[in-house]
């Protein structure tokens, strides 16, 4: 999963995700645009979205950080002392 900030409203999942070396402002699943920074999307959101009473300061959205392989399980006891052998 990649880094991002989450917040929800009554009109839908609002998601900033880091995407290299920018930020993608989401809307549900559609795309609002690409910012050099997370305050740049949050301002973008907040002006496409002015309804939905976004939260003006990034602090106060859910940081979700990068989970590199979060998918796996974690290693057994046997792989463990097989890594700690070699």
Do not use: K
């Not at 998918?71 to 002392?81: D, E, F, G, V, Y």
């Amino acid at each position: 999963m990649l880094a991002q900030y989450v917040f929800t409203s009554t009109d839908g999942l609002f998601r900033i995700v880091n995407h290299g070396h920018r930020w993608r402002a989401l809307c549900g699943d559609s795309e609002v645009g690409r910012f050099d920074s997370p305050e740049g999307a949050v301002a973008s959101l907040r002006e496409t979205y002015a309804g939905s009473r976004l939260p003006r300061r990034l602090s106060d959205w859910r940081f979700l950080p990068a989970a590199a392989l979060g998918h796996l399980a974690p290693p057994s006891a046997a792989a463990l002392a097989r890594l700690a052998a070699a």
